[in-house]
């Protein structure tokens, strides 16, 4: 049993133990609490290796950019929460990494193009398939399932919004941040809406399926 795991169990018990809660809160509040536990551990990794790294806030932009899409898309799950977090850490740094490569490499008005072609691609993808559910927790009720969706596309459309606004900085002021956290959003949200695609499955399959055996 891992850390996490255990300490979440040992929330759940001493709580429950001081309110007099029944099995069924218990388990709840251990539930809530492992949650909580492995999105302080997931951040606490993509800090410690973006501060490594030097693309602190740069990872922190990709880290916000997928996790509030994903709340309302879904989408697929490593089999295991900790591969999850590597997973998520791995992802937000080497973006970052890649980003100012790219930044630093491309011309302008391609760097515009490529964000240009994010939107489209992630709103197509994200009309068509979100949200994902999984077999623990599988969404059912049509209305839920078309309020998602919609919810989706406006976290899209914020999302895009915000990168609009952060370009027109970036214009007026030649600020490469601005342009660098403009990228770190439409690569996040792209990233994000990948994992709702077949080829997003097959992919977080492979690296699960790799990291098992190593």
Not at 84 to 111: D, E, H, M, Q, Y
Not at 118 to 124: E, G, K
């Amino acid at each position: 049993m891992f850390l996490l795991e255990r300490l979440s169990i040992k929330i759940g018990h001493t709580v429950a133990i001081r309110l007099n809660l029944d099995n069924n809160h218990e388990e709840i509040l251990t539930y809530g609490a492992f949650g909580l536990l492995q999105t302080f551990f997931s951040i606490f990794l993509i800090m410690t290796f973006g501060f490594l790294f030097h693309v602190f806030f740069e990872s922190l932009v990709i880290s916000f950019s997928i996790s509030i899409l994903r709340k309302y898309s879904g989408g697929v799950h490593s089999c295991s929460p900790n591969r999850c977090a590597l997973i998520g850490t791995f992802v937000c740094v080497s973006f970052s990494l890649f980003t100012i490569f790219i930044l630093k490499t491309l011309p302008l008005t391609i760097i515009f193009l490529l964000i240009i072609i994010s939107f489209i691609y992630s709103y197509y993808y994200i009309h068509k398939h979100a949200p994902v559910d999984s077999s623990a927790k599988p969404i059912n009720n049509i209305l839920k399932r078309q309020k998602l969706k919609q919810s989706s596309l406006i976290i899209v459309c914020i999302l895009y919004g915000i990168i609009s606004i952060l370009l027109l900085l970036y214009i007026n002021s030649s600020n490469i941040n601005f342009l660098i956290y403009a990228f770190c959003i439409s690569i996040g949200t792209t990233w994000q809406t990948f994992t709702l695609t077949y080829l997003g499955h097959k992919f977080i399959h492979k690296i699960d399926s790799i990291s098992i055996k190593l």
